[in-house]
C-alpha cells in the first residue's frame, strides 16, 4: 500500500495516477461503484489493474512503453543550440550538416531540424526582400495575381 500511494504523490503520467488510485482505493475497502464514480472508470477498468497489482506489484500499474530515446543527448542538444544562437544566418542544409559531422546524427524528419530552430528561437520561413506594403503598385501586382491563380 505504502509504494501505491507513493506512485500517486510522485505525480505520474495521468493513466498510471488513475490506475494507482483506483487500486488504493480498493484496498480501502470502498466498492467499485464508488471508485467508478469518483474516478469514472468501469468496474472492468478496476478489476483488471487490481489483478495486474497483485500479480506485478507496483510494476503492474506503469505503462509498458517510455517512448524512444533521443537521438542527441541533452548536452548535444544544448551545444547546437549555442551554435545556431552564435549564427547571423541560418541554412536548414548547413544545420543537418553540423548535426552529422559533430554528432553522426541524421533525423528522418526534417521537422527535427525546425524544432531545435524553433528553440533556438529562430524562424525558418522564407521572408521577402522587401515589404510590399513600401510598394503599392507590387501590392497590387500580387492581389491581381492572387486573383487569377483563384
Not at 501505491?4 to 505525480?11: A, D, F, K, M, P
Not at 549555442?82 to 548535426?99: M, P, R
Amino acid at each position: 500500500m505504502d509504494e501505491v500511494t507513493e506512485l500517486i504523490q510522485s505525480n505520474p503520467e495521468p493513466r498510471e495516477l488513475k490506475r494507482a488510485l483506483a487500486v488504493q482505493m480498493v484496498m480501502q475497502d470502498y466498492t467499485y461503484y464508488e471508485i467508478g464514480d469518483v474516478l469514472g472508470v468501469s468496474v472492468g477498468f478496476i478489476s483488471k489493474w487490481k489483478q495486474h497489482y497483485e500479480q506485478q506489484g507496483i510494476v503492474g500499474l506503469y505503462l509498458p512503453h517510455q517512448g524512444s530515446r533521443a537521438y542527441l543527448t541533452l548536452e548535444q542538444r544544448q551545444a547546437v543550440l549555442s551554435w545556431l544562437q552564435q549564427k547571423n544566418e541560418w541554412n536548414l542544409g548547413e544545420l543537418q550538416q553540423y548535426v552529422e559531422a559533430h554528432y553522426d546524427v541524421v533525423f528522418e524528419s526534417k521537422q527535427s531540424y525546425y524544432s531545435l530552430l524553433a528553440e533556438a528561437g529562430i524562424s525558418w520561413k522564407k521572408t521577402q526582400k522587401r515589404h510590399l506594403q513600401a510598394d503599392p503598385a507590387a501590392v497590387e501586382k500580387k492581389t491581381r495575381d492572387y486573383r487569377v491563380v483563384r
